[in-house]
């Protein structure tokens, strides 16, 4: 990791400005049972059911390894986790110009100077570029290089097919007390 996950985002665009905004940016999202601490010291939920603790424990851990599988395939193509998890921000953005160093940051949960130290590795190692914004040459806009274009597709499938080895846990954990599973902050 980069830099420490709580720290706060900058505004998109407001490279070099110091604009500090309320965590998490963009958007506050609405809390969620851990969030907004609705299970009390004993473990137990206010509406009276008990969690599934092994359920979630299976969860977390199977998460974990995700986790660290994850990493390993990123060394396996030659990036740091830090440097995948940028690829993919980048490829993801919705807006086909790229996204700034500030909208990086707020996907990654980095400040936005770990996102410039990030980029600018990524940058040296021939993955990323920085491109002015056709609009406004203030903005700088973070595009993939070919290299990196290939560097993520080497690892898009094989994440995609591993997550769907996940569904089955969370599937469990979430129908253990027949809810169905409801879009929150994450999705």
């Known amino acids: 990791m980069v830099g420490p996950v709580d720290e706060a985002p900058v505004a998109p665009g407001s490279e070099g400005v110091s604009v500090a ?3 998490p ?3 506050e999202p609405d809390p969620t049972l851990a969030g907004s601490a609705d299970v009390c010291q004993s473990g137990g939920v206010p509406d009276g059911t008990a969690p599934d603790f092994a359920a979630l424990l299976a969860f977390r851990t199977a998460l974990r390894r995700f986790n ?6 990123a060394r396996a193509v030659g990036l740091t986790h830090a440097q995948h998890q940028l690829l993919l921000c980048i490829k993801g ?5 790229g996204p700034t160093i500030g909208e990086a940051a707020a996907y990654l949960l980095l400040r936005h100077h770990s996102a410039v130290e990030l980029t600018n590795r990524a940058q040296t190692g021939g993955l990323v570029e920085r491109t002015r914004d056709d ?5 700088v806009r973070l595009k993939l290089t070919p290299l990196g274009e290939e560097r993520l597709e080497a690892l898009t499938q094989l994440h995609v ?3 769907k080895q996940l569904a089955p846990l969370l599937r469990h954990v979430i129908s253990s007390d027949g809810a169905d599973l409801q879009h929150g902050p994450l999705g």
Do not use: F, K
Not at 68 to 73: I, L
Not at 135 to 139: C, E, K, L, M, Y
């Open 93 to 97: 953005h919705d807006d086909p110009r």
């Open 135 to 139: 609009t406004d040459a203030r903005v």
């Open 21 to 23: 905004l309320p965590v």
């Open 25 to 27: 940016y963009p958007a």
């Open 161 to 163: 097919n591993e997550l």
């Open 68 to 73: 660290r599988w994850s990493e390993d395939q």
